[in-house]
């Protein structure tokens, strides 16, 4: 996968992407483009309420995928129940990962503490800090 470019963050945290994702071999590559939204929404963890993602953050999405194959949502909480329906019933090109499918990937890879995860963030996904 290649990010080409990410927007600022917004007031939720999260971050907007376009990229594209390698279908093809290294030497006679073939991309699919796609455009990412992220949202860092509170999961409802010790007694918090859940903020999911809904109808309004995925349309949000879909507009922005015009000119792509397909659009990924990445949310540290869940998704609403309607918003993912409506996805599937209009049949729009789009993959959904909530905050489960996340830590279930990290425990998967071996990064179950959040020591392991902090290491993992800072060693391979490092971010220059914001301008002032």
């Given at each position: 996968?290649?990010?080409?470019?990410?927007?600022?963050?917004?007031?939720?945290?999260?971050?907007?992407?376009v990229?594209?994702?390698l279908?093809?071999?290294?030497?006679?590559?073939?991309?699919?483009?796609?455009?990412?939204?992220?949202?860092?929404?509170?999961?409802?963890?010790?007694?918090?309420?859940?903020?999911?993602?809904?109808?309004?953050?995925?349309?949000?999405?879909?507009?922005?995928?015009?000119?792509?194959?397909?659009?990924?949502?990445?949310?540290?909480?869940?998704?609403?129940?309607?918003?993912?329906?409506?996805?599937?019933?209009?049949?729009?090109?789009?993959?959904?990962?909530?905050?489960?499918?996340?830590?279930?990937?990290?425990?998967?890879?071996?990064?179950s503490?959040?020591?392991?995860?902090?290491t993992?963030?800072?060693?391979?996904?490092?971010?220059?800090?914001?301008?002032?």
């Open positions: 996968m290649i990010v080409d470019a990410i927007t600022r963050s917004s007031v939720d945290g999260g971050r907007d992407a990229g594209r994702y279908l093809g071999l290294t030497d006679d590559p073939v991309y699919a483009e796609f455009s990412l939204e992220a949202k860092c929404y509170q999961p409802g963890l010790d007694g918090a309420p859940i903020n999911t993602v809904g109808v309004r953050e995925v349309s949000r999405l879909i507009s922005r995928i015009r000119h792509r194959q397909f659009g990924v949502l990445v949310t540290t909480s869940v998704i609403a129940r309607q918003a993912y329906e409506e996805v599937r019933e209009d049949r729009h090109p789009i993959i959904f990962l909530s905050g489960k499918d996340i830590a279930e990937i990290l425990v998967a890879n071996g990064f503490t959040p020591a392991a995860v902090r993992l963030l800072d060693t391979e996904f490092w971010l220059a800090p914001s301008p002032s």
